[in-house]
């Protein structure tokens, strides 16, 4: 039976503190500093450094109004908290207050001298002299000095970088420390929460970010020298101690202290569950299950498996034509929610099995078996996710926006790209404190109460 439908579109403004996005900051256009704060202007937001705590604030990104046009300049406010930014063409420069959280387009800031990478450089010897260490990552790829600062209170140079981002130089000692923050590439394919933090997954690279944004820690894979290789980040699981990450080349276990991996070939993997022998894994050849002691079982070849979900020992599959459930995951399915749209997403809300198809919700009654639909509005486009939120109700994940649905009020809230997020969102995960979106332009994190709320 159809459910009665109450849609709400939300275009409202939201708040700096409820709404931020983590995208990549690796190539850094200016860099101001003040006695407090070291400014970097990136191609994606700004970014700003607590010299004092020596810990990053929230990014500030277009999302936030920061300017779409390329920042050719940036000078710091030496007695209060903000920066002047030149863009050039009408506007000029545009000022950023940090503790006002204020934008003021067309003020010039006071006469000051801006410094260049070769000034720079003429002032710390000994770092220019090891230029080409400095600029050298663990991958032996080299980049260039784009941008520098010095800081008015100490001997201390701040160099922007074109895929490094941000780094630290003493020019008495030529002793430098890396400040690296956001991703190295903008979309983001899969999330899993982590310990204080998140875990993102995009093209060939896992990062930890941390819950407060203070801190961001990014790899491309340890021990084999090309690291990780894979394409495209379909879903990440953490469970029994590693992380699992479903791609294009098959499913990756990575050990999360060394970042060492191993490939199991299961080409096309397209989700993860948790297994009570290991892990689930749905193809578009079926489902198989990676044992504890690494053996890679097949368990049905009958249906190509788009979306899992485990509940206990049972596990259940959305198909191409409905929803399968595998008792004790038993290679005899049963077709539970036979129908002709495609399960692009599922998940579990308390007792109650979500099935997310084109256009609408399904969910299980648990008292009485039988199943519900939920119409979906057209601006969230195709399902992509789905995730329980923990005072109820289901997020979704969509190429067009993101939405709430309250499933006993028959509700959708319904979030849209480009007002409320910057891109397709691609997964989705719910905690106490935050509602984490990954996007194709980044990983965007909400205040769960706020977006609730609105």
């Known amino acids: 039976m159809l459910a009665a439908l109450m849609v709400l579109v939300a275009t409202a403004q939201w708040r700096p503190e409820e709404r931020v996005l983590v995208s990549d900051f690796s190539y850094i256009d200016a860099v101001a500093a003040s006695p407090w704060t070291v400014f970097a202007a ?57 503790d006002a959280r204020l934008w003021t387009r067309g003020a010039a800031p006071p006469a000051g001298q801006t410094l260049s990478v070769e000034a720079a450089l003429a002032r710390a010897p000994a770092a220019d002299a090891i230029r080409a260490l400095i600029l050298t990552d663990p991958r032996l790829r080299s980049y260039q000095f784009t941008a520098a600062a010095s800081t008015p209170d100490r001997p201390e140079i701040y160099f922007g970088t074109n895929g490094m981002g941000l780094v630290r130089v003493d020019p008495q000692t030529g002793e430098w420390e890396a400040l690296p923050y956001g991703l190295l590439a903008a979309g983001v394919g899969a999330i899993a929460p982590a310990q204080d933090g998140i875990w993102a997954a995009s093209n060939a690279r896992l990062t930890w970010v941390a819950a407060d944004l203070s801190a961001t820690r990014t790899t491309e894979g340890g021990g084999a020298a090309l690291g990780f290789t894979f394409r495209s980040a379909r879903r990440l699981l953490f469970t029994s101690g590693a992380l699992w990450l479903a791609t294009e080349q098959g499913v990756l276990r990575v050990d999360p202290g060394t970042m060492r991996s191993r490939t199991f070939d299961l080409s096309q993997a397209t989700s993860l569950a948790p297994a009570p022998d290991g892990v689930w894994v749905g193809t578009t050849r079926g489902v198989s299950v990676i044992t504890r002691d690494d053996r890679v079982v097949r368990v049905s070849t009958d249906f190509p498996a788009l979306s899992l979900v485990a509940a206990r020992e049972t596990l259940w599959v959305g198909t191409t034509t409905g929803v399968v459930m595998m008792p004790s995951g038993k290679s005899d399915a049963v077709g539970v929610a036979p129908l002709t749209q495609p399960i692009f997403a599922l998940t579990r809300v308390r007792d109650t099995i979500v099935a997310a198809t084109d256009r609408s919700l399904l969910w299980r009654d648990p008292t009485t078996d039988a199943w519900k639909e939920l119409p979906l509005s057209l601006a969230l486009g195709r399902p992509t996710a789905l995730a329980a939120d923990p005072d109820g109700g289901v997020w979704i994940g969509g190429t067009q926006g993101l939405a709430h649905a309250d499933l006993g009020r028959a509700f959708v809230r319904t979030f849209t790209v480009p007002t409320d997020l910057p891109a397709a969102v691609r997964d989705v995960l719910a905690d106490q404190d935050y509602l984490w979106a990954a996007t194709d332009s980044g990983l965007v994190r909400f205040d769960r109460r706020a977006a609730l709320s609105r």
């Open 42 to 98: 990136t191609r994606h937001g700004l970014l700003i450094y607590d010299r004092v705590a020596r810990a990053w604030k929230p990014p500030v990104t277009t999302l936030d109004g920061y300017p779409t046009a390329r920042v050719r300049s940036a000078v710091a406010d030496q007695t209060g908290n903000a920066v002047w930014l030149g863009v050039g063409g009408l506007d000029g420069w545009v000022r950023y207050d940090v």
